[in-house]
T-cell receptor, first 114, second 113 residues
Framework: EPEVTQTPSHQVTQMGQEVILRCVPI?????FYWYRQILGQKVEFLVS????????KSEIFDDQFSVERPDGSNFTLKIRSTKLEDSAMYFC????????????FGDGTRLSIL | GESVGLHLPTLSVQEGDNSIINCAYS??????FIWYKQESGKGPQFIID?????DKRQGQRVTVLLNKTVKHLSLQIAATQPGDSAVYFC????????????FGQGTTLQVKP
């Protein structure tokens, strides 16, 4: 069964440094998402992306965040200058549409900011 | 505002019993709902979805019920197994056709052997 893959599984970074989280969505999906989950809390929407454009972003997704589809298979989330409060699990998801179609999630990247 | 919530943080059931996990949502205009299962160290795994034009949908050992009158969603798991132990989240499609999902707080299902 096709799946979303994310790398790395764990990223440890000094505060103020830039990080790039990588995702390979399901191959025939065109709609991509990033979510985050702080330990023990619910999953929170960050951004949705289609046709090389952001469709919606949340309040969390401030100017320090950016997304990119650098090629036909990867989807990345960049945090320019990390803060302690960015520590969380970051999940990538993809779907076949924005309508009533399920999003399939990767197993996440645990981001730890020191 | 938009919010989705679950009634109980933890549900403990005996192996072989049926489980019912509940969820309340606030946006009466929501037209699509999903249940996810999250095991420790993993991402949310799609279980079943339902559109607002349906009251009930069945999958393999799972049934989702939607009551739009009281804005309530439930997940029923038949003959619960130890492998069903996980955190279960309901999610609601946000307003606007941008794919945003709004997740509830999650219910931890513990299956006792």
């Amino acid at each position: 069964e096709p799946e979303v893959t994310q790398t790395p599984s764990h990223q440890v970074t000094q505060m103020g440094q830039e990080v790039i989280l990588r995702c390979v969505p399901i191959s025939n999906h065109l709609y991509f998402y990033w979510y985050r989950q702080i330990l023990g809390q619910k999953v929170e929407f960050l951004v949705s992306f289609y046709n090389n454009e952001i469709s919606e972003k949340s309040e969390i997704f401030d100017d320090q965040f950016s997304v990119e589809r650098p090629d036909g298979s990867n989807f990345t989330l960049k945090i320019r200058s990390t803060k302690l409060e960015d520590s969380a699990m970051y999940f990538c998801a993809s779907s076949g549409g924005f309508g009533n179609q399920p999003q399939h999630f990767g197993d996440g990247t645990r981001l730890s900011i020191l | 505002g938009e919010s989705v919530g679950l009634h109980l943080p933890t549900l403990s059931v005996q192996e072989g019993d049926n489980s019912i996990i509940n969820c309340a949502y606030s946006n009466s205009a929501s037209d699509y709902f999903i249940w996810y299962k999250q095991e420790s160290g993993k991402g949310p795994q799609f279980i079943i979805d339902i559109r607002s034009n349906m009251d009930k949908r069945q999958g393999q050992r799972v049934t989702v019920l939607l009551n739009k009158t009281v804005k309530h969603l439930s997940l029923q798991i038949a003959a619960t197994q130890p492998g069903d132990s996980a955190v279960y989240f309901c999610a609601e499609k946000g307003s606007g056709n941008t794919g945003k999902l709004i997740f509830g707080q999650g219910t931890t299902l513990q299956v006792k052997p």
